[in-house]
């Protein structure tokens, strides 16, 4: 049973000293218990703050302890009623190979669920996040420009195709050629703007030639000083994640833009509201999520790009390719 804990706190972007591998005996499920074989880990751009100790919403990974990670797992041995050998379950089992659950906040997903590691992306906690997050804070409506970075990611692909979806301009930012043409070609977005471009803020504006409407924050830094100036009287602004920003030690390069952003919500009367996908929505909208979200992808109307890699051990070099944005889709570690 191999599995991957915190060696120490990153300072920066996460090194080869961040997680330690080791290998312990497979674990006996005792009564009330079953025994999971992970079969696919998510790599979530979240598991960074996990490895940080400063103040959070959630309590960080100790030292020494299994890196947090949700996972798609088969049940090898089972002592828990609603749970058999050879299900497929969503868990929150972490890094490695193995774990012991007692089936709280476990999912069962049945004997042979179609696309199983979807559930960790389109189907799952990205996807919610996305739909959650747009509709409910975005309230898009129909002619609105919608901008959204880490476009071609599992959160805001989906934000995207569903605000296309409600009938909205939408415009993705991404980083390079290759992911910028997927998002406007295989995503059916209007546009994508590489937000590596030196001219980033010049396309992004005739882009958005109606200014924006909503801007779905995925990334923080350059991307959302360039929105700032386009923002519409009465624009919404989900704020659900700053990956540009994660890895940093002190304050960003460059100019302080803190008095532009608050002049800016005050001036177009901008409606900011943060989320944690998991605590701020009533638990019925997961419902309605996936059925939407399931239909969608039955008629063709969402498509999901997964990236894979093979094997535990490349876990640790994977999530810091993601951070650096050198991941494509959703990306999930195939374990077993
Ligand atoms: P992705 O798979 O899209 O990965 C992150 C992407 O961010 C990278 O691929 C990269 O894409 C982009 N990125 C990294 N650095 C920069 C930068 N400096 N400027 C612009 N883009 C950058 O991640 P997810 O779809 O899983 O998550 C997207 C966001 O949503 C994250 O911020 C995450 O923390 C947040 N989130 C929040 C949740 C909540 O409850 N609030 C729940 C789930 C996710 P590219 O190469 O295109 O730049």
Same mark, same amino acid.
């Given at each position: &049973?191999?599995?991957?804990?915190?060696?120490e706190?990153?300072?920066?972007?996460?090194?080869?000293?961040?997680?330690?591998?080791?290998?312990?005996?497979?674990?006996?499920p005792?009564? #009330?218990?079953?025994?999971?074989?992970?079969?696919?880990?998510?790599?979530?751009?979240?598991?960074?703050?996990?490895?940080?100790?400063?103040?959070?919403? $959630?309590?960080? +990974?100790?030292?020494?302890?299994?890196?947090?990670?949700?996972?798609?797992?088969?049940?090898?041995?089972?002592q828990?009623?609603? *749970?058999?050998?050879?299900?497929?379950?969503?868990?929150?089992?972490?890094?490695?190979?193995?774990?012991?659950?007692?089936?709280?906040?476990?999912?069962?997903?049945?004997? $042979?669920?179609? &696309?199983?590691?979807?559930?960790?992306?389109?189907?799952?906690?990205? #996807?919610?996040?996305?739909?959650?997050?747009?509709?409910?804070?975005?309230?898009?409506?129909? #002619?609105?420009?919608?901008v959204?970075?880490?476009?071609?990611?599992? /959160?805001g692909?989906?934000?995207?195709?569903?605000?296309?979806?409600?009938?909205?301009?939408?415009?993705? /930012?991404?980083?390079?050629?290759?992911?910028? $043409? @997927?998002?406007?070609?295989?995503?059916? *977005?209007?546009?994508?703007?590489? @937000?590596?471009?030196?001219? *980033?803020?010049?396309?992004?504006?005739?882009a958005?030639?109606?200014?924006?409407?909503?801007?779905?924050? &995925?990334?923080? #830094?350059?991307?959302?000083?360039?929105?700032?100036?386009?923002?519409?009287?009465?624009?919404?602004?989900? +704020?659900?994640?700053?990956?540009?920003?994660?890895n940093?030690?002190?304050?960003?390069?460059?100019?302080? @833009?803190? !008095?532009?952003?608050?002049s800016?919500?005050?001036?177009?009367?901008?409606?900011?509201?943060?989320?944690?996908?998991?605590?701020?929505?009533?638990?019925?909208?997961?419902?309605? *999520?996936?059925?939407?979200?399931?239909?969608?992808?039955?008629?063709?109307?969402?498509?999901?790009?997964?990236?894979?890699?093979?094997?535990?051990?490349?876990? !640790?070099?994977?999530?810091?390719?993601l951070? $650096?944005?050198?991941?494509?889709?959703?990306? +999930? /570690?195939?374990?077993?």
């Amino acid at each position: &049973n191999r599995r991957f804990v915190l060696n120490e706190r990153p300072k920066g972007a996460p090194d080869a000293n961040t997680l330690r591998l080791e290998t312990v005996d497979i674990p006996k499920p005792g009564a #009330g218990e079953m025994l999971l074989r992970t079969v696919y880990l998510s790599l979530d751009p979240y598991m960074r703050g996990r490895m940080s100790d400063a103040k959070s919403y $959630a309590t960080p +990974v100790e030292i020494g302890g299994v890196m947090t990670g949700q996972v798609v797992a088969e049940v090898v041995e089972s002592q828990l009623d609603g *749970f058999a050998k050879g299900d497929y379950v969503l868990s929150g089992s972490g890094w490695q190979d193995y774990a012991i659950s007692d089936g709280a906040q476990v999912l069962n997903l049945g004997r $042979a669920p179609e &696309n199983p590691s979807w559930s960790l992306g389109i189907l799952g906690m990205p #996807g919610y996040t996305a739909y959650a997050g747009l509709l409910k804070l975005g309230e898009p409506k129909p #002619g609105e420009t919608v901008v959204v970075a880490a476009a071609s990611g599992p /959160v805001g692909a989906t934000v995207g195709q569903i605000a296309k979806i409600k009938g909205c301009r939408v415009v993705g /930012v991404a980083g390079g050629a290759e992911k910028c $043409a @997927h998002v406007v070609e295989a995503l059916g *977005f209007d546009a994508c703007i590489d @937000h590596k471009a030196e001219d *980033f803020e010049a396309q992004l504006a005739a882009a958005c030639p109606d200014g924006i409407d909503v801007y779905f924050e &995925n990334v923080g #830094g350059r991307v959302l000083y360039g929105v700032l100036p386009l923002l519409n009287p009465f624009a919404r602004m989900p +704020v659900c994640g700053m990956v540009a920003w994660y890895n940093l030690t002190g304050a960003p390069e460059g100019p302080d @833009h803190g !008095p532009q952003i608050l002049s800016t919500i005050l001036r177009m009367k901008v409606k900011v509201q943060g989320f944690i996908i998991f605590d701020s929505f009533p638990i019925e909208l997961y419902q309605e *999520f996936s059925e939407a979200m399931t239909g969608w992808l039955k008629e063709g109307k969402v498509r999901y790009k997964e990236q894979v890699v093979e094997g535990l051990e490349a876990a !640790p070099e994977a999530f810091g390719d993601l951070l $650096a944005g050198r991941n494509f889709g959703k990306m +999930v /570690v195939k374990v077993g």
